[in-house]
């Protein structure tokens, strides 16, 4: 019989966390940072919806600075075992920064995925349809299905956590580059759509973000998955041994 998987939260720095853990230990990272241009969204009023998070005791949840890219990726690079992926949801603004600092540190760009939202939103110029994926790979690895197109289709979220993905287009990621029970890592993981995509296709995961309130409601929707929790990490010192653990577990 196949058991449930498994997954561990930790609240933490996301650069912190990742030190804590095993070099070359995670087969996939998927992740969403809170990008510096959303500075500039806030600024000129087009995202008040997130402004009143209810998912955060802040009313808005920190950025994470450009300047900080190389130490995120160059983490990123070392916690991935070699011929694996890494995809980055990143807007078009940041999607400039981001790829030359990933390829500096070691990963191949292949090309942004397009999440198609399917109906138009805020925007000054053309309004806003949709969001980029950063597809990268580190060593050489082939995706499960060569027939997936580079256009994701899912309607936004509403009223849900601020900026939150819809599960469907992170299993599309999850699907493609990872195997049934391999180790899938989001270390800005807000209302974990990263971890339910991963339990949903029978990955386990770990997972981190630096808002406690994110890390509470990341822990019951897997457990409302059906996944199996391991003891919730807060310490990045003991995110370390335990993700060590959940891999040695996830390899028997
Ligand atoms: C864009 S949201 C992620 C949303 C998520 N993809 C979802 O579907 O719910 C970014 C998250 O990063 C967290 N965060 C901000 N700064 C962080 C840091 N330095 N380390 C870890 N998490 C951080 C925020 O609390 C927020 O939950």
New binding site residues.
């Given amino acids: 019989m196949i058991s449930a998987p498994e997954f561990r939260l930790a609240c ?6 990742l030190r804590a853990l095993p070099s070359g230990s995670v087969d996939l990272v998927a ?5 510096e241009s ?1 500075e500039k969204h806030r600024a000129i009023g087009t995202t008040t919806r997130l402004k009143h998070s209810k ?2 005791s802040n009313d808005w ?4 600075p450009n300047s ?1 890219f190389e130490e995120l990726f160059g983490e990123v690079w070392r916690v991935l075992k070699k011929d694996t992926h890494f995809y980055l ?1 990143c807007d078009a603004e940041t999607m400039f920064a981001a790829k030359p600092i990933a390829e500096k540190v070691g990963f191949k760009f292949w090309k942004p995925i397009v999440w198609d939202k399917k109906r138009i939103g805020m925007g000054y110029h053309y309004r806003a349809r949709y969001e980029l994926i950063l597809f990268f790979e580190k060593g050489k690895r082939k995706l499960n299905d060569l027939g997936i197109p580079d256009i994701i289709e899912a309607p936004r ?1 509403h009223g ?7 599960v469907e287009v ?1 299993e599309v990621l999850v699907q493609q580059s990872s195997q049934l029970g391999e180790m899938v890592v ?9 971890g339910v995509a991963s339990v949903r296709r029978g990955r386990n995961f770990l997972g ?4 406690a309130e ?1 890390v509470t ?2 822990g019951g929707r897997l457990l409302a998955e059906g996944a199996r929790e391991g003891r919730t990490q807060t310490h990045a010192h003991d995110s370390g041994a335990h993700a060590e653990q959940l891999l040695l577990a996830g390899a028997e």
């Fill in positions: 933490s720095d996301a650069v912190t966390w992740t969403d940072p809170p990008y959303l998912a955060s949840f920190d950025i994470f900080r949801y979220i849900g956590y601020p900026t939150e993905k819809p992170s989001d270390p800005f993981m807000g209302s974990g759509s990263v981190n973000d630096l808002c994110a409601i990341a």
